[in-house]
């Protein structure tokens, strides 16, 4: 069973950064992609971002375009979210997942996704 454990979340003032990093331990990390999704008190989870391993593409909530990148270090079975230009309506806990194999027809948007990490929380005051 792989695990992911998410870090790097914590307090930050409007219009500041953190990154955030999802590491992988377990069974070698051969899954095809990992997304971000976030949820909010009182709010659905929703969809942050997601990178194909093997393609390399990426995709992003329009919400976050523009300011968030997802990227990932396949040797180290680690992705990160950095995160500029915060806002507080970003404030919520966020929670890296692991789709390990494709699924026809399935969006990456969807939080169809085999594995989850207990989540770490980003905090944006205003």
């Known amino acids: 069973q792989e695990q992911l454990v998410e870090s790097g979340g914590g307090l930050v003032e409007a219009g500041g950064s953190l990154r955030l990093s999802c590491a992988a331990s377990?069974?070698?990390?051969?899954?095809?992609?990992m997304g971000w999704f976030r949820q909010a008190p009182g709010k659905e989870r929703e969809f942050v971002a997601a990178?194909?391993?093997?393609?390399?593409?990426?995709a992003y909530a329009t919400s976050v375009k523009g300011r968030f990148t997802i990227s990932g270090d396949y040797a180290k079975n680690t992705v990160y979210l950095q995160m500029n230009s915060l806002k507080p309506e970003d404030t919520a806990v966020y929670y890296c997942a692991a789709r390990t194999i494709p699924r026809s027809g399935v969006s990456l948007t969807l939080p169809s996704y085999d594995n989850w990490g207990q989540g770490t929380q980003v905090t944006v005051s205003s």
């Open positions: 377990g069974r070698t990390f051969t899954g095809y992609a």
């Open positions: 990178i194909i391993w093997s393609a390399s593409s990426t």
